[in-house]
């Protein structure tokens, strides 16, 4: 036993989806070096106190991504989370089973809904047919263009973000945070042929209901920084497809509207996202607000500098209209 | 103290309750705040994605305002706080520096990266201080359990926000401690609002919203409180909808980070403009035993 052994203590959620009934917290505790992995934890639990504990895991070393969990709400891989510092931070750690996919047992969930989106985007190269691959050469990119995705292909599929997602949580239409990264890398990719199709049909229940909470760039063991990657797919659609969805045309009037007088007006909004006839809808709420915040209807004043504002957009508004 | 004060859109037409309470505590606790009326939107994340640069370049203009003045900014909202520090941190690329500065040289504006961001929740955790904040407690929120919901940009991504963990942090329970309110520890603190998507498919946003306003309920809590106006309307002037979205009356005042702590400094509900709230306050403010509106 290390000199600096701490005590800890683990609540694990167990269930069974074969025997059904109640989730329970079976508490476990461990004489540890502060430095162990949790993973090496649970093995140590399964293969010396509880046979039945069940959990994935292979490399246990952050390659492989078999081991995601929640470890005191946050969506890590165990092999890379230490003991000491959750035991700092909680007194306890509790592990869970990763969210937004159904449980199987114990800490191993079915991740059938995480790979069902991530077909959703075909995640392949789709070649032109009148420029196929050369046969047997390498095809050359440019640094630039290697460079453009040099964050995505690190993902190794481990879910974490998937488990992290607030929008996939609330809307089971969310393809998640890994899914649309993959995306990325492929329409960036120079040599994929889809990149028009592929952002114009990712964005109906899909590209724009991310809510970039960036919880997935915070969950991510490898830096994909997802929410970033997101962020630039909704630049890219709107170039390619201007306002078509409420999410591009939120977006759109947001920008114009800012650029009229400096500052945002709530009403000119709403009226630039739904147009006149959806604004209909919207009347109840918006009296109902109305009644404690009749500012929501006043026309904000102008900045001063406005003037300069419009120089800025067109220095740089201008210049980003056209394809990706 | 002196700041260059920040208040964003929300503060200054329909969420004028904030600008009210955030000018009562400053004053109570001798903030100078110096106003500047060629302060823009921060764009509030739609103007990011709609044109990433085009964002950074206008609020590099915000931050070289403050900077001719030579102070710091002050923000009172998670996504302004967001939003501005982006500019500051983006910049480091030379390539995404070089396309900003050129939009902004030609109008005579120069930034040269002086300029510290920061929302009022880390003024009065770090440089007011905990401890100053406790002696000028007048009427201390006992009994009152409060739901911190901090407001996703303020937090993350961590490493570009450089203050709090992304996912657990601590400021503003400490904050609430320290006025003699009991934070409510749940897991939805750190979520989201849902206020980015409630254009885009609103049954979904007030889901969220929702979810979290019932995860602190069933936690125990008696009001929230929240850094960020945007997250204020999804959670008080959109609860209805909320309670449509989860199916069951959640009834839970929504309270703005300084109006909590103007009620712990003394100030009355009126001077916070409590009564603008679609949630009324009422049943938070008899448990601390303060006068009704």
Redesign the interface.
């Known amino acids: 036993m290390p000199a600096d052994a701490i005590s800890a203590k683990f609540d694990v959620r167990r269930w069974d989806a074969v025997a059904g009934g109640a989730p329970r917290y079976q508490r476990y505790e461990l004489e540890l070096a502060p430095h162990t992995p949790i993973l090496s934890a649970l093995l140590r639990i399964r293969d010396e106190v509880d046979p039945s504990l069940t959990l994935r895991y292979s490399c246990r070393s952050a390659i492989c991504g078999s081991c995601a969990m929640q470890i005191n709400s946050k969506s890590r891989l165990a092999c890379e989370t230490q003991v000491g510092p959750e035991m700092d931070r909680h007194g306890r750690i509790v592990v869970e089973p990763m969210r937004n996919q159904p449980v199987l047992r114990d800490l191993v969930v079915d991740q059938s809904p995480f790979w069902t989106q991530y077909d959703r985007i075909e995640p392949h190269l789709k070649l032109d047919p009148a420029h196929p691959m050369p046969e047997g050469r390498p095809t050359s990119m440019t640094p630039e263009q290697v460079e453009r995705f040099k964050e995505t292909p690190r993902c190794i599929a481990c879910a974490a973000c998937y488990s992290a997602c607030p929008a996939v949580e609330a809307d089971a239409a969310f393809p998640g945070p890994m899914a649309l990264a993959k995306l990325y890398r492929f329409v960036v990719d120079p040599r994929d042929h889809a990149t028009q199709d592929r952002l114009v049909r990712i964005q109906p229940n899909g590209l724009w209901l991310c809510l970039r909470c960036h919880l997935c760039t915070e969950a991510c063991p490898k830096d994909v920084r997802p929410s970033e990657r997101i962020r630039d797919l909704k630049e890219m659609a709107i170039a390619v497809q201007g306002g078509t969805e409420r999410g591009s045309r939120h977006a759109i009037g947001f920008k114009e509207n800012i650029e009229d007088r400096g500052l945002l007006s709530e009403a000119k909004l709403v009226r630039q996202t739904y147009g006149a006839a959806g604004m209909i809808g919207q009347l109840p709420q918006g009296l109902r607000i109305w009644r404690k915040k009749p500012e929501v209807l006043h026309k904000p004043r102008r900045i001063e500098g406005a003037d300069e504002l419009d120089r800025i957009y067109e220095a740089l508004d201008r210049e980003s209209e056209g394809a990706p | 103290m002196k700041l260059a004060y920040y208040p964003g859109?929300?503060a200054?037409?329909?969420?004028?309750e904030l600008d009210m309470a955030t000018r009562w505590v400053c004053r109570a606790l001798e903030i100078e705040l110096v106003e500047f009326?060629?302060?823009?939107?921060c764009?509030?994340?739609?103007?990011?994605?709609?044109?990433?640069?085009?964002n950074l370049?206008?609020n590099s203009?915000n931050l070289a305002i403050a900077e001719r003045a030579g102070l710091d900014l002050l923000t009172i909202c998670s996504t302004c706080q967001g939003m501005l520090t982006l500019a500051n941190v983006r910049r480091r690329d030379p390539a995404v520096r070089a396309?900003v500065d050129?939009?902004?040289k030609?109008?005579g504006?120069e930034y040269r990266d002086s300029v510290h961001v920061k929302h009022l929740l880390r003024v009065l955790t770090e440089d007011v201080g905990l401890d100053a904040i406790r002696s000028r407690v007048r009427r201390p929120l006992a009994g009152l359990r409060v739901g911190a919901f901090y407001g996703?940009h303020l937090l993350?991504?961590?490493d570009e926000m450089g203050w709090e963990s992304?996912?657990?942090p601590h400021a503003f329970e400490d904050l609430l401690g320290a006025i003699g309110a009991t934070p409510v520890d749940y897991?939805g603190r750190?979520?989201?609002c849902?206020f980015?998507?409630q254009?885009?498919?609103p049954d979904?946003a007030s889901?969220?919203a929702g979810?979290q306003i019932l995860d602190a309920k069933s936690h125990g809590a008696h009001a929230m409180a929240t850094p960020c106006p945007l997250c204020h309307i999804s959670l008080d002037?959109?609860q209805?909808?909320a309670e449509r979205a989860v199916q069951q009356p959640l009834d839970m005042p929504i309270f703005h980070l300084p109006q909590v702590v103007g009620l712990a400094l003394g100030a009355t509900p009126e001077e916070l403009g409590l009564?603008?709230?679609?949630v009324p306050t009422e049943p938070a403010l008899a448990r601390i035993g303060s006068s009704s509106l």
Do not use: M, W
């Open positions: 859109c929300v200054q037409e329909s969420g004028r009326p060629s302060f823009s939107c764009g509030s994340g739609f103007v990011d994605e709609a044109n990433e640069v085009l370049a206008i203009r396309r050129a939009a902004l030609p109008i504006i996703c993350r991504p961590a992304g996912e657990e897991r750190v979520l989201c849902g980015p998507i254009f885009v498919k979904t889901r969220i979810r002037a959109y209805n909808q009564a603008r709230h679609l």
